[in-house]
T-cell receptor
Framework: AQTVTQSQPEMSVQEAETVTLSCTYDTSESDYYLFWYKQPPSRQMILVIRQEAYKQQNATENRFSVNFQKAAKSFSLKISDSQLGDAAMYFCAYRGYSSASKIIFGSGTRLSIRP | DSGVTQTPKHLITATGQRVTLRCSPRSGDLSVYWYQQSLDQGLQFLIQYYNGEERAKGNILERFSAQQFPDLHSELNLSSLELGDSALYFC??????????????FGPGTRLTVL
């Protein structure tokens, strides 16, 4: 079975600084997708960034980028120039390509931003 | 706004009762997913429907059931409620339920409190 592990329950960063959230996963599938979702206090689940496992190039979305290490099964999220609005729970997630389309979520990392 | 709507936003009920949560997917999306999130934990996949038929099942209790109607809206029925069923229940929708570009969009969630 696939698992997703986030070993940092909480992180804190100074506004305008850079922070990296860690995620590791375990799977026997060769094709899959990895995601980072943001859940602000409103509880809405917002897709931040997505990475296809077959792509070697790391995904980037404005201030958000990932470091995808397929062999190590690692998928970290880097937030540059942190802003107060980035404060939220961040969930790393996995979806297999050939298996059922459910998403498997990690336990989350709570990110706080210090002004 | 993801385009996925869920009603009600909040629900408070007593143990032993039965409730129905409703979800309307984004226009054109054929697949609906239900997830449960308990107390700042990651989301747990419950069940997926595609165009009216059950496609995948996760950790859904026998006391819970779901269906997807011809107009593609979905309902999640929770019966014989227990205190531990208190959680945020998310619905997500996606165009097809599989494939490289099939992104799940999440609704705002229904917060269920069982007293």
């Amino acid at each position: 079975a696939q698992t997703v592990t986030q070993s940092q329950p909480e992180m804190s960063v100074q506004e305008a600084e850079t922070v990296t959230l860690s995620c590791t996963y375990d799977t026997s599938e060769s094709d899959y997708y990895l995601f980072w979702y943001k859940q602000p206090p409103s509880r809405q689940m917002i897709l931040v960034i997505r990475q296809e496992a077959y792509k070697q190039q790391n995904a980037t979305e404005n201030r958000f980028s990932v470091n995808f290490q397929k062999a190590a099964k690692s998928f970290s999220l880097k937030i540059s120039d942190s802003q107060l609005g980035d404060a939220a729970m961040y969930f790393c997630a996995y979806r297999g390509y050939s298996s059922a389309s459910k998403i498997i979520f990690g336990s989350g990392t709570r990110l706080s931003i210090r002004p | 706004d993801s385009g996925v709507t869920q009603t009600p936003k909040h629900l408070i009920t007593a143990t032993g009762q039965r409730v129905t949560l409703r979800c309307s997917p984004r226009s054109g999306d054929l697949s609906v997913y239900w997830y449960q999130q308990s107390l700042d934990q990651g989301l747990q996949f419950l069940i997926q429907y595609y165009n009216g038929e059950e496609r995948a099942k996760g950790n859904i209790l026998e006391r819970f059931s779901a269906q997807q109607f011809p107009d593609l809206h979905s309902e999640l029925n929770l019966s014989s409620l227990e205190l531990g069923d208190s959680a945020l229940y998310f619905c997500a929708s996606s165009p097809s339920g599989r494939g490289a570009t099939d992104t799940q969009y999440f609704g705002p969630g229904t917060r269920l409190t069982v007293l």
